[in-house]
């Protein structure tokens, strides 16, 4: 997928941990995201750059996501939001629905929720979506439904093969460092996580043999490259 089919989201989140893990599960689906963690920064970023959706926490300070809102519309009363909050309150749900929010979620709530609602969104607007489906020398892999397929049978993968697989090849015939496939990936750098990570390398190495084009090379201690010969 190139950088021009990708969608870009602004997420203005003041909680820097949640944020940094949307921003990281967003772009492993395919998007653009531009993350920040003020009102008054989101609305800054907003009036530099075009963005496809919105994904505003309520709950800020100085500026809040329904002020921030009002602050968008006035610039682009045709941008899709969702609002994020940790709040229950009836009476709020009200005023972002009032304010024209798309959707509304009350955390906490999974980040495959959150996707699934960005997804539904921007078809229902009609704007092309990030694919879920990758293609190697005559494998599939259906990432919404964690099968690999190809001709001489399908291999049902775990979140965590998908995923790795996924982002191998989007960089592929590119050398992928070992900690920053655990940070995206894992959420961390560990050495034991790294360790483990060896056996996901070997189980895809095992569903790709088909095709003697593909292979997963190691640089050792570094890193690895999926090849596409």
């Known amino acids: 997928m190139t950088i021009m089919n990708k969608r870009k989201v602004l997420l203005v989140e003041d909680d820097r941990d949640l944020g940094n893990v949307l921003k990281q599960y967003l772009e492993l689906e395919g998007f653009i995201v531009r993350l920040c963690d003020e009102g008054k920064k989101g609305l800054e970023y907003f009036g530099r750059e075009a963005f496809d959706i919105c994904i ?13 809102s009002k602050e968008i ?84 993968l775990t979140l965590k093969e998908a995923e790795l697989l996924r982002y191998l090849i989007q960089h ?29 390398i070997s189980r895809l190495r095992k569903y790709l043999h088909h095709s003697p084009l593909i292979s997963i090379e190691n640089i050792r201690s570094v890193g690895y490259i999926l090849k596409d010969h």
């Open 56 to 68: 505003l926490d309520v709950m800020m300070p100085e500026m809040d996501g329904f002020t921030l």
């Open 73 to 156: 519309k006035k610039i682009n009363n045709a941008v899709p939001f969702i609002f994020l909050t940790a709040k229950l309150m009836k009476e709020d749900r009200l005023i972002g629905l009032k304010l024209g929010a798309d959707d509304y979620i009350t955390k906490p709530f999974e980040a495959d929720e959150l996707v699934l609602r960005i997804r539904n969104i921007l078809k229902r607007s009609g704007q092309t979506i990030p694919s879920s489906i990758f293609e190697i020398e005559g494998y599939t892999l259906d990432f919404d439904n964690l099968n690999l397929k190809h001709e001489l049978g399908d291999q049902i």
């Open 172 to 200: 592929k015939n590119q050398l992928v460092k070992i900690h920053t496939i655990l940070e995206k990936l894992w959420g961390e750098d560990d050495y034991f996580l790294g360790r483990s990570m060896n056996v996901f």
